[in-house]
């Protein structure tokens, strides 16, 4: 054994995470949580498909030019960050 040595060449490198990104994801989840309920997203119906759309809905507005969601005055690219996380926790539940 080699002192000071670490083996994590195979683990996921969350230090790569960008932390502007994540930080606006998460006022996109405070915002929602206010707005419906903490963690809310998980019941609802049909949810792949629900925001599937909602993904979609960003995507066009930012395609149009808005940069901003006017009803929750963050970025609508948090937004799809979070549709698409919601969507990969679902997938793999």
Not at 21 to 46: E, R
């Amino acid at each position: 054994m080699n002192p000071g040595q670490k083996n994590d060449q195979e683990k996921p490198m969350y230090n790569l995470l960008p932390p502007n990104a994540i930080d606006s994801m998460a006022k996109v989840m405070t915002f929602g949580a206010n707005k419906y309920a903490p963690n809310s997203w998980q019941l609802v119906d049909n949810p792949i498909e629900r925001y599937r759309a909602a993904l979609l809905r960003h995507a066009f507005a930012m395609q149009r030019g808005e940069k901003i969601d006017s009803e929750s005055g963050l970025p609508h690219s948090a937004h799809i960050m979070c549709c698409a996380a919601f969507i990969n926790e679902l997938e793999q539940s």
